[in-house]
């Protein structure tokens, strides 16, 4: 009940900052979290009990053989040397219990990845970069980033299958509301799904350290309504859908266009076909910018776009070094990109 009360008030958003909210494994939203929930409740069972009866012992021991005040002896206590009972029952006792714990995990592991897709599946291509997400949609013909959009499973038969990839080192997908962590490997494919029966954001992030801005590398997963999902999606797969007659959208299109941002940001429709950074057709759909590291607005976007480096030390995107009327040039055709 504790650990409950504490996690809420960990999961609650201070207004102002971003939403860096603490994972919670023990308020699982779909089958794999529910899964691994139950192996975390034996596991931290069983170590309670285990951490009970050492602290017991120890208190018991340090009470009992303390030195009594009347005690003048300069004897030393007698000593034992070995008790084929203990050793025998301090080896097997642990032996049992890890391979209880083996067994256990192995079995929800298995269920997991041996699970067969249900009818309706919707399949995500996650590919890890330093320090971002980029989400492909195979089947939908789009591109996101830094957070997923899935549909509810409503009907019991919804899932999302995760294609989990890499395009530098080692990332590890991990939300934990919904899912265990697995690793995203370079020049390996490795699976995992979720089937969150709730709506509303789940947060996530990368669980394997990465480089500097690894615990900036947040994620989120947007969990909708099948029609409000559709409807997002139909919008992603739409080009960029500039608004030109803006004179300042325009000259900022001129600008970003000019510039090296269309040889790292792609923007369809236009000639930025760049895929080193986040897609940017559809920008402002999104929440945040930088893996979660600010909340989207036109503040943020424009000191991000000035220098990343400021709220990301180390990330791939230099400054691009514009003038104030360029950046905001810029900054307004950005905020054309819904
Ligand atoms: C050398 C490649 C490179 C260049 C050049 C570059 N960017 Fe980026 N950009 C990135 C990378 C990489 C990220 C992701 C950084 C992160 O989150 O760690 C990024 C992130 C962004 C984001 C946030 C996107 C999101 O969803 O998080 C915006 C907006 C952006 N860049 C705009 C621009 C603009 C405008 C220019 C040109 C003035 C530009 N970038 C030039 C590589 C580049
Ligand atoms: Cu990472």
């Given at each position: 009940m504790f650990v409950h009360a504490l996690l809420a008030l960990l999961q609650t958003h201070v207004p102002g900052l971003p939403e860096y909210r603490i994972a919670n494994i023990f308020n699982p939203q779909a089958t794999p979290g529910e899964l691994e929930r139950h192996i975390a409740n034996l596991t931290l069972g069983i170590t309670a009990i285990i951490f009970v009866a050492v602290g017991a012992l120890i208190v018991y021991t340090i009470w009992k053989f303390r030195r009594k005040p009347d005690d003048e002896s300069q004897h030393e206590p007698p000593q034992v040397y070995g008790s084929n009972q203990i050793e025998i029952a301090w080896t097997v006792i642990p032996i049992l219990i890890v391979f209880i714990l083996i067994g256990v995990s192995a079995r929800v592991i298995a269920g997991i990845q041996n699970a067969s897709p249900p009818r309706s599946t919707l399949k995500v291509r996650l590919v890890g970069h330093q320090w971002w997400w980029e989400v492909q949609y195979p089947d939908l013909k789009m591109k996101t980033a830094n957070e997923i959009h899935i549909p509810v499973n409503a009907d019991g038969h919804t899932a999302t299958y995760l294609q989990l990839e890499s395009q530098d080192v080692i990332h590890s997908f991990w939300v934990p509301q919904l899912a265990?962590?697995?690793?995203?490997?370079?020049?390996?494919?490795?699976?995992?799904?979720?089937?969150?029966?709730?709506?509303?954001?789940?947060?996530?992030?990368?669980?394997?350290?990465?480089?500097?801005?690894?615990?900036?590398?947040?994620?989120?997963?947007?969990?909708?309504?099948?029609?409000?999902?559709?409807?997002?999606?139909?919008?992603?797969?739409?080009?960029?859908?500039?608004?030109?007659?803006?004179?300042?959208?325009?000259?900022?299109?001129?600008?970003?266009?000019?510039?090296?941002?269309?040889?790292?940001?792609?923007?369809?429709?236009?000639?930025?076909?760049?895929?080193?950074?986040?897609?940017?057709?559809?920008?402002?759909?999104?929440?945040?910018?930088?893996?979660?590291?600010?909340?989207?607005?036109?503040?943020?976007?424009?000191?991000?776009?000035?220098?990343?480096?400021?709220?990301?030390?180390?990330?791939?995107?230099?400054?691009?070094?514009?003038?104030?009327?360029e950046l905001d040039q810029v900054v307004s055709y950005l905020e054309s990109l819904h």
């Open positions: 265990g962590k697995t690793d995203l490997i370079p020049n390996r494919v490795n699976y995992t799904w979720i089937d969150p029966k709730k709506t509303g954001t789940f947060f996530g992030n990368c669980a394997e350290y990465c480089g500097t801005q690894h615990a900036n590398m947040l994620l989120r997963v947007v969990v909708q309504p099948r029609n409000d999902f559709k409807a997002w999606a139909a919008e992603q797969a739409q080009p960029a859908d500039a608004n030109a007659q803006d004179a300042k959208v325009a000259q900022g299109k001129a600008v970003f266009e000019s510039l090296a941002c269309i040889n790292c940001h792609t923007v369809n429709g236009t000639i930025a076909t760049g895929v080193f950074g986040p897609d940017l057709t559809h920008l402002m759909s999104r929440q945040t910018i930088g893996a979660g590291v600010l909340d989207l607005n036109h503040k943020n976007l424009r000191d991000w776009v000035n220098d990343p480096q400021q709220a990301k030390p180390g990330c791939l995107m230099p400054s691009m070094k514009l003038t104030d009327p």
